[in-house]
């Protein structure tokens, strides 16, 4: 069975920071682009950002220069490094892995931007 953990949400005021983290099997993590979507209420889920074992990434339009995605390959964690917060930027954060038709999703982290 695939599991992905996710940790690091949270309450924090505008402009704040926040890291999340994905860990995952070796497996997992060595084979299949890692991701990071959210969705808030109300809304579809949608991409914010992903990383290819080849550390190449992509974010979604509303997070560039704000949030970075990288990956630690000693620890089978992929993070994502949120800075400069909006309260827009709060939903529930939902890590993937992704290769071929296989698709994995973790529980999801709520983040919350407010003051």
């Known amino acids: 069975q695939v599991q992905l953990v996710e940790s690091g949400g949270g309450l924090v005021q505008p402009g704040g920071s926040l890291r999340l983290s994905c860990v995952t099997s070796?497996?997992?993590?060595?084979?299949?682009?890692m991701g990071w979507y959210r969705q808030a209420p109300g809304k579809q889920r949608e991409l914010v950002a992903d990383?290819?074992?080849?550390?190449?990434?992509n974010y979604g339009d509303s997070v560039k220069g704000r949030f970075t995605i990288s990956r630690a390959n000693g620890k089978n964690t992929v993070y994502l490094q949120m800075n400069s917060l909006k309260p827009e930027d709060s939903a529930v954060y939902y890590c993937?892995?992704?290769?071929?038709?296989?698709?994995?999703w973790g529980q999801g982290t709520q983040v919350t931007v407010s003051s």
């Open positions: 070796e497996t997992i993590f060595s084979i299949y682009r």
């Open positions: 990383i290819t074992t080849g550390s190449s990434t």
């Open positions: 993937n892995a992704r290769f071929g038709i296989a698709d994995y």
